[in-house]
């Protein structure tokens, strides 16, 4: 019996304890990197959007559309994925004012979100999911007046 208790609840040997350990730390490596990446942008669904629209909060809104596709908002800031830091600065945005991306899937929106806040934007906000996700109630605002900066 007491053979049993030593081989089952002996320490494991150093090389097993050393590789363990490395296993462990790589893994704790992982799970650091992948969940304390800092996010310089706020995703915002539909109800958020709609608040947006009805609050008197000043924002501009970028609208990512191919340049023969029209503005889902028509008082939206058009702009192609490649050119919307330029349209910003011609527009005259501030780094500080908020500024929320809308495209059709939610894909540009992320990717151009990125690029913004590695130029020090700081107020960046995204439609997840895009505007085809949006439901009949917000393709109802189209003629909403935003309150744009």
């Known amino acids: ?8 609840f002996t320490k494991a ?5 050393d590789r363990q350990q490395e296993i462990a730390d790589k ?13 310089d942008f706020l995703k915002i ?8 629209f009805s609050n008197p909060i000043k924002f501009v809104l970028l609208d990512l559309r191919d ?5 889902y ?22 780094l500080s004012d908020a500024v929320v991306i ?3 899937t939610g894909e540009k929106s992320m990717r151009v979100a990125h690029q913004l806040a590695q130029k020090k934007f700081t ?6 999911h895009g505007t085809e996700a949006l439901s009949d109630k917000a393709h109802n605002i189209q003629d909403l007046y935003y309150r744009g900066v």
Not at 80 to 88: C, F, P, R, T
């Open 1 to 8: 019996m007491i053979f049993w208790f030593k081989k089952f």
């Open 13 to 17: 040997p150093p090389k097993q304890k």
């Open 27 to 39: 893994y704790k490596k992982m799970f650091l990197k992948t969940h304390t990446q800092q996010v």
């Open 45 to 52: 669904g539909e109800y958020q959007l709609l608040n947006l």
């Open 67 to 71: 340049a023969n596709q029209n503005p």
């Open 73 to 94: 908002f028509k008082r939206s800031i058009m702009s192609q994925e490649e050119s919307a830091l330029d349209v910003l600065v011609k527009a005259e945005i501030q």
């Open 102 to 104: 809308i495209c059709k």
């Open 123 to 128: 107020n960046i906000v995204v439609l997840e």
